[in-house]
């Protein structure tokens, strides 16, 4: 990392023009990925990539660049076609670095890429024999274990100069049952922002066996029925409809250009009164936390949706900007080579009180989405379709055949007003969300809950 007479050196060089702010971001990650096969390790790849970058601010106008030679020249070379961009000027300020002192919110106590290959291979080696021990029809088995430490610092005109360390790991697991004819796949691929003492509390072996849990259910679905009808959705992944189909449409990167459905409605109802929503960066060891965002702010606990009232959307500087309001501390990026925007952390529906009896209760004919997978939406409508991973059928209210080739289809203001029940048995789930500023590690999370109606595609004929 640069040293704070360098930094103070290269922001001056950058106030030198017309921009009112000016920041730089130095990153150094190493990653470790192991993948096996069949119980056979079939690669170890490690990589290890750092660079910097640079952006300056004119009102809402934003110019970035970087580079992954940190050399004060190189560095000094960047910084010249910025200030060209933006126009130079013959004096500015004179940049003084006051370094704040982070606490680490998110330790961990057995670093991954400090501990011995052989170590996460057994790992690796305990939730694969799980999965294939959970069923004679187990076909294959492939697993793999990814860490990576990252490390950020952070320093801005405004006198800022902050650091912060970073150690995810996460492991996947998928099998693959036959029925004779063909194969069917479950996966499970839970993580932290924690070492290797996270499979102290998740088991590999738990992780093999759910893999091969879902496989052997979903080998026995039949088509799912389609139609407006309930829909149960279960913990957990279930979360990822409102990542998708709400919580990018309440990011500042949408809503400060005004391409969102709920841009302008601070303080309206857009959700059923029983429902609260909450993005917390701050989640001791969650996947999605980290002690400051990409920008040096402090991570907060945003409320963005009260008992159905909108409170808040999730902020980065630029965007603030735009609309008149302060950093929440949502500012993230995969790496230095993407300028940052606003984006989720830790997202979750708040637990509510209600059982999985009440839900089921007066459901004729519906739909129990135990898990959920990949989907789309658009931000501008809230227009969305994800698909259910794992799904039964709600008959007279009972939970009865597992059916395939479930979708979700509606709108986020949609599936909001229409949840009518929340139960209390939140759980969080790992995933990996894209957008302008790359790929970056998200909880996504809610307890059981219900909507009363919402359009299912099937596959079945009826």
């Known amino acids: 990392m640069l040293k704070k007479e360098q930094l103070e050196e290269l922001l001056t060089l950058c106030m030198r023009s017309e921009a009112d702010f000016a920041e730089i971001f130095e990153e150094d990650t190493n990653k470790e990925s192991i993948s096996m096969l069949n119980q056979v390790v079939e690669g170890v790849d490690r990589s290890q990539s750092s660079g910097v970058g640079i952006r300056l601010y004119k009102g809402v106008q934003s110019v970035y660049g970087y580079t992954d030679i940190e050399d004060m020249d190189s560095l000094k070379n960047v910084i010249d076609d910025l200030v060209d961009a933006l126009g130079p000027?013959?004096?500015?300020?004179?940049?003084?670095?006051?370094?704040?002192?982070?606490?680490?919110?998110?330790?961990?106590?057995?670093?991954?890429?400090?501990?011995?290959?052989q170590e996460k291979v057994d790992l690796l080696m305990e939730g694969s024999q799980a999965a294939y021990e959970a069923s004679e029809k187990v076909e294959k088995v492939s697993a793999s274990l990814a860490s990576v430490h990252?490390?950020?610092?952070?320093?801005?005109?405004?006198?800022?100069?902050?650091?912060?360390?970073?150690?995810?790991?996460?492991?996947?697991?998928?099998?693959?049952?036959?029925?004779?004819?063909t194969l069917q796949s479950g996966a499970c691929s839970p993580g932290g922002s924690m070492g290797l003492e996270f499979f102290e509390t998740t088991s590999p072996s738990s992780i093999g066996k759910e893999a091969t849990r879902i496989a052997l259910v979903l080998s026995q679905a039949k088509p799912c029925p389609s139609g407006k009808m309930p829909v149960i959705i279960d913990n957990g992944f279930g979360g990822v409809i409102f990542h998708e189909a709400c919580g990018h449409s309440l990011e500042a990167t949408a809503v400060a250009k005004n391409q969102s459905v709920f841009a302008n409605k601070l303080g309206e109802q857009i959700a059923n009164e029983k429902v609260t929503a909450i993005d917390d960066g701050t989640i001791?060891?969650?996947?999605?936390?980290?002690?400051?965002?990409?920008?040096?702010?402090?991570?907060?606990?945003?409320?963005?949706?009260?008992?159905?009232i909108l409170k808040s959307y999730m902020i980065d500087t630029l965007n603030g900007r735009r609309m008149g309001m302060a950093s929440s501390g949502s500012s993230r990026r995969q790496s230095y080579k993407y300028e940052p925007t606003s984006r989720m952390s830790n997202t979750y529906i708040a637990p509510g009180t209600d059982t999985f009896e009440e839900m089921l209760k007066g459901i004729e004919r519906g739909l129990y989405a135990k898990k959920m997978g990949g989907g789309s939406v658009n931000p501008q409508t809230g227009e969305f379709n994800f698909a259910v991973q794992e799904g039964y059928l709600i008959e007279n209210g009972k939970i009865t055949d597992p059916v395939k080739g479930a979708s979700l289809i509606g709108t986020g203001q949609e599936i909001l007003m229409n949840i009518d029940m929340v139960g209390d048995n939140l759980e969080r789930a790992q995933g990996m969300c894209g957008s302008i500023s790359g790929s970056i590690p998200t909880d996504v999370g809610q307890p059981r809950l219900r909507v009363k109606e919402i359009t299912v595609g099937g596959t079945a004929n009826e």
């Not at 999605?288 to 606990?301: L, V």
């Open 89 to 117: 000027k013959d004096e500015g300020v004179k940049i003084q670095l006051k370094e704040g002192k982070i606490e680490d919110k998110h330790p961990i106590r057995i670093d991954p890429l400090a501990s011995p290959l």
């Open 150 to 181: 990252q490390k950020v610092q952070i320093s801005n005109s405004n006198g800022r100069l902050v650091q912060d360390d970073r150690h995810r790991v996460r492991m996947a697991i998928s099998s693959y049952v036959s029925d004779g004819k």
């Open 284 to 308: 001791p060891n969650a996947w999605g936390s980290q002690n400051i965002d990409d920008e040096g702010n402090p991570q907060q606990r945003r409320v963005l949706i009260d008992h159905g």
